[in-house]
T-cell receptor, first 118, second 111 residues
Framework: GAVVSQHPSWVICKSGTSVKIECRSLDFQATTMFWYRQFPKQSLMLMATSNEGSKATYEQGVEKDKFLINHASLTLSTLTVTSAHPEDSSFYIC??????????????FGPGTRLTVL | GENVEQHPSTLSVQEGDSAVIKCTYSDSASNYFPWYKQELGKGPQLIIDIRSNVGEKKDQRIAVTLNKTAKHFSLHITETQPEDSAVYFCAASHANNDMRFGAGTRLTVKP
């Protein structure tokens, strides 16, 4: 149980284009989903927290107009990197937190999406 | 806010030996402490967690201890195997607050 999927697993795009990454909780409902960015050999950097049906809360320094987050259902959140530039190249990871029981506090992570912007 | 520190940043052990990773946290209200294992190119996987109402939890070769008074918790891996090689992250949170992660420990188990 508690499986989180991400799609795509990797993507290469041209500078100036937009890329959408999907995060799904496959066997549980997630009131809250999180988006992280990870640079090589570094820890997870929280970008934003999204709650189903409401606007995402962005961490300081993260441009909300560049990283659009939508959490339309209890099992799906999307991150769209708009007008991507080479400096946006990174490993993006989502996580989902359960709504009840033992999964209420636990965050389960997706496998990550490697974004390369040329 | 919560601040989590993790040590060491790198750890190398011989196969069969034990490995210990330590974390400290700053927010005394934190009550949930998970540990994640991240292999190269993959997302973090939850390997064990502990809540503040217990002092120790064990799952086969993995154990976690929690000292609430000192505000530190540790991951213990016994009889290490090469497949245990990965980056390990500790984290701390309470209620529905954001989870804060340590900087990670790169564990290498030499065969």
């Amino acid at each position: 149980g508690a499986v989180v999927s991400q799609h795509p697993s990797w993507v290469i795009c041209k500078s100036g284009t937009s890329v959408k990454i999907e995060c799904r909780s496959l066997d549980f409902q997630a009131t809250t989903m999180f988006w992280y960015r990870q640079f090589p050999k570094q820890s997870l950097m929280l970008m934003a927290t999204s709650n189903e049906g409401s606007k995402a809360t962005y961490e300081q320094g993260v441009e909300k107009d560049k990283f659009l987050i939508n959490h339309a259902s209890l099992t799906l959140s999307t991150l769209t990197v708009t007008s991507a530039h080479p400096e946006d190249s990174s490993f993006y990871i989502c996580s989902a937190r359960g709504t009840s029981g033992g999964a209420r506090d636990t965050q389960y992570f997706g496998p990550g999406t490697r974004l390369t912007v040329l | 806010g919560e601040n989590v520190e993790q040590h060491p940043s790198t750890l190398s052990v011989q196969e069969g030996d034990s490995a210990v990773i330590k974390c400290t946290y700053s927010d005394s209200a934190s009550n949930y402490f998970p540990w994640y294992k991240q292999e190269l190119g993959k997302g973090p996987q939850l390997i064990i967690d502990i809540r503040s109402n217990v002092g120790e939890k064990k799952d086969q070769r993995i154990a976690v201890t929690l000292n609430k008074t000192a505000k530190h918790f540790s991951l213990h891996i016994t009889e290490t195997q090469p497949e245990d090689s990965a980056v390990y992250f500790c984290a701390a949170s309470h209620a529905n607050n954001d989870m804060r992660f340590g900087a990670g420990t790169r564990l290498t188990v030499k065969p």
